[in-house]
């Protein structure tokens, strides 16, 4: 294994750029030369690739984002699209595929190994942190914290008033943020994908809570297939509950941040040495082609 | 003057118990004692007074919020609410009121003093920034760095994709923050309530940077009297151009938080000063009743 | 098991209160009381306790340090304080004991176990990260992210000088703070406890980076035992390396803050929730007396 | 005014970068080339230009230090020095410099200006906020906010322990950004560089407070000319007060970071808006060569 390819794809995580430094000097230092693939699977469909060497990376370990650029590519999710993609591979003389992203990444790469033989080796990279067989995703902690910070925030101020206040985090179909940060936060309510949403039996227990002397409440939301849907949640609420709401959603500043899954880079080069040795053994954990 | 109450009223500002501490200090070091008013002028009205001593403000002055709390009161408005709000202060025995607060707290404030003579100081506090005469009030500082770091946070993934992102600050009437957030934050365009909305003179001018190599753009929107209502110009400006969009609606994140106008004790403090003078003298710049 | 008491000893830790918050209410779940014992295995022996209901967590889910308070109590170490403490357990009626802290309190603890038969159950809460079979401490990821944000910060002015940063974290016996805080931001360098110091080596590793074209670096020191030491290291280094260096000691600014380990309560629900079952079945993870 | 040259000198400050894309914006908008030179009067000597246009500003708004580089150079105290300096705006063709910096940097400029008859225009920037003839220098919002910050977080620890917290901010021969910091922190004692220091004064004050119920108290410490002298004080304190404390050097955290004085922009277009007019009707505020 002599030259291997990077890509970010899926929606950006913080520690993403520490990723994708802990790739290029692994490689550096094992002697295999990493190419960066721009914006994911589309850009791969593309044949859009750049050189990441060591001036590449210098000073990215705490930009939030992804310098590689991400996207969602339709496209490979067509055999004609995924047969583009395996063409980039040959032709960029690419040993294999490291693919940072979260579950649609690794369902699309494994068919794209399925089908052409590539090899491949995922990093765990999602806010939503719904990856299975991994406790922590890269960025999860940063996007935690960040919600956690504004719940705390909003206790501050919510002692004032007497209100509700709804904290719209991220999460189409998984709630773990919402859940994780609900729970550190001391959040009275959670509304999460997993489970329907009953307004009236929300508005129940937050009353519950009233009567014995809470003043303010908060509610934290994913957002699901609709962000936004916060404002409609409070808007819905209050033909149960008399009290004035008010709603925080936090979009994208949870993705943003230079605050990162601590571990990213210790994460990635772990994952990472395998590949040292198998560059110098002609074995190891990364599949042979 | 040897006895006054402080109330904080309108929305509160972060930095509100920094300043009410700052009156309390002042006064134990002039001789003054000071009454607290609970929930503004609501609790004017209804006499719910608590002594404030050294104790009461003790770790205080890094909380957000109000430990006096605060409400917006109709009946403050009418003149049988003022009369009993001046009930209050003489069953008191208030020889005047420190009022916290903004432009509406100081229009209702000075009803009162020419209804029933009560001799009143204000001390501008209002995220808004909105009060005349004075260059920055309590609480502004922090509720735009607040914003401005949500700014730079969005601005990091921002170059992560192509998208346009909206960024939704307070100000019901005045776009100040919005303003100040948005040329600190390098945004793209700003929505404030001092002007009406031209979509698509905005889309045309995002467009122009788009040509010239912008991947992304930011939008301040002060939320005016709809808050939430990015989503629905996000959806409005899809019609003149086609580029994926994302919302955050930062609320009473601006509200909270630990930071707060840096000089918001020493702004007190200086107000207060006449305070103390008068009570030693009789005379002074706290108007007698 | 009716009755426990809870205590808070050794460093305190971002997240403790949390921790504190989640045995009451799993507590109240179960049917089980929960007593504070205040500052400690001082307080311990000093039989001072205090009831922890709802209301004395109310707010507390978010604050820094520990509203129980701590100590380190030379007075535990002989034999003598263990007995006092072990006679407040049986004079205050306490079933159990519940200890929040980090290597040195379970240390102590487990002789008390073993003296007294006072049952136990500890919960780790270190921001050093150094208990034995556990795989993050509550307090360890605040810890690490205000260090890592420290670096993050550090480095954005690093570059506008050709200058040595040396940024001083906390672990007195364990460089584990330093290691994950120093890999995550991308330190040059690193220097902890577990490693004797070799100025002339770190010097020449500095050197080759400058030679490839950096401008500055950033060393993260632990602290060890003697917190201010990297302004010596930075004294000495100069007579290998002539560079500019100027000097951060993070110090408690470690400990505090609202940010803490995201999970701290469900941590502590799970450790707790033996507790629970065994109120109810008469047997479970708690060690009966 | 066709062209003229920005620097940043002496110590960076956060907001310069804002500053210097304030500068370049406006001089896109009045038809006037701006020209970056490097290092300060170093690179100003050396003759270090770099062409500053919409690019080289492009994500640098948010950025702490400064892309342009800063130092401090004995060079330009001579005669000399500052010949070779008036031969590069010269060569440069340069109409006239514009000043990011301090006291220090607008000292030596006048100087230029005198022998040279270069025309100036300086913006203030520096943590200590120590210019004369202007409230708020860019930089000192974030610094103050910084410093104020760890303060808030100490305070959160220091109430769990009896202790005394040292937190020692920037400031050489300005007390200013401790005065600020330490007032709207609420810190028990002051050392700054405009007042010597009184030990035995302080630890009677100290005393005095923990008398009447005060567990911990926080000083906090300009460094003065010797960064990291907290620790010394808080040795020498200790023959007056026994009680344990502890110490914090905030540094350069001070410098970096991503918040910065929130006007910066808008303070750096106003003072550069009469060069646009100048460079449109050829007079103005910018004194003619």
Chains 1, 2, 3, 4 share one sequence.
Not at 50 to 79: C, V
Request: charged share 25%; with cysteine.
């Amino acid at each position: 294994m002599k030259r291997i390819g990077v890509l970010t794809s899926g929606g950006d995580a913080p520690g993403m750029n520490a990723c994708i430094r802990a790739a290029v000097r692994t490689g550096l230092a094992g002697g295999v030369e990493v190419v960066g693939v721009r914006r994911g699977y589309a850009g791969l469909i593309e044949g859009e690739t750049m050189p990441l060497d060591r001036t590449a990376i210098r000073n990215t370990i705490h930009l939030g984002g992804t310098i590689l650029e991400t996207s969602r590519s339709p496209e490979f999710q067509t055999r004609e699209g995924r047969a583009k993609a395996a063409e980039t591979v040959q032709q960029a003389e690419l040993d294999g595929l490291l693919l940072i992203g979260g579950d649609g990444t690794f369902h699309g790469g494994s068919i794209l190994a399925e089908e052409w033989g590539v090899a491949l080796i995922g990093v765990p990279a999602s806010i939503d942190n719904d990856v299975y067989g991994t406790d922590y995703c890269i960025g999860f902690d940063t996007a935690a914290n960040c919600a956690l910070n504004a719940i705390d925030r909003i206790r501050d101020t919510a002692r004032s008033h007497d209100r509700l206040f709804f904290v719209e985090v991220m999460g189409r179909e998984s709630g773990y943020l919402a859940l994780e940060s609900g729970i550190a936060g001391g959040a009275e309510e959670l509304i999460i994908p997993e489970e329907s949403i009953a307004l009236a039996k929300i508005a129940a227990r937050l009353e519950e809570g009233l009567a014995i002397g809470k003043k303010s409440a908060i509610v934290v939301v994913a957002e699901g297939d609709r962000p936004g849907r916060s404002f409609e949640i409070a808007e819905s609420l209050r033909e149960y509950l008399e009290f004035e709401s008010r709603v925080v959603v936090l979009g994208h500043l949870q993705r943003g941040g230079r605050l990162r899954y601590v571990t990213a880079c210790s994460a990635a080069s772990s994952v990472l040495r395998p590949l040292r040795h198998s560059s110098k053994a002609g074995a190891g954990a990364w599949p042979e082609r």
